[in-house]
């Protein structure tokens, strides 16, 4: 976490502490947590249907994840615009 601290924009720190906390609490894939909606958090939880067999799920997040969540800017999304499609969101750990 101390790369997220010395990140030189402080806005995107925020951001990018909020989606490393997620990715290791909730166990969700790159792409899924970076079109993560806001009201896929209820209560602190996180709440998503599984792939597989459309299950509903809700995950726990401890407050020291969610608090950074609600410090991001205000929008429909934690961290995607929305704009592009879901694949160019999660693109960066996509192989090459």
Known sequence: M???DI??????????RA?????????QRIRHAVTL????????????YTAKTGTAVYC????????PLDA?????YFFWTGLSKPKSAGGIASPV
């Open 72 to 76: 991001t800017p205000a929008s429909t």
């Open 37 to 48: 909606s806001r009201n896929g958090i209820q209560d602190h939880k996180l709440f998503f």
């Open 2 to 4: 101390n790369a997220c």
């Open 60 to 67: 726990p997040l401890p407050p020291f994840v969610a608090q």
């Open 7 to 16: 990140y030189p924009h402080k806005a995107n720190a925020v951001r990018l």
């Open 19 to 27: 989606l490393v906390f997620l990715l290791c609490y909730s166990g």
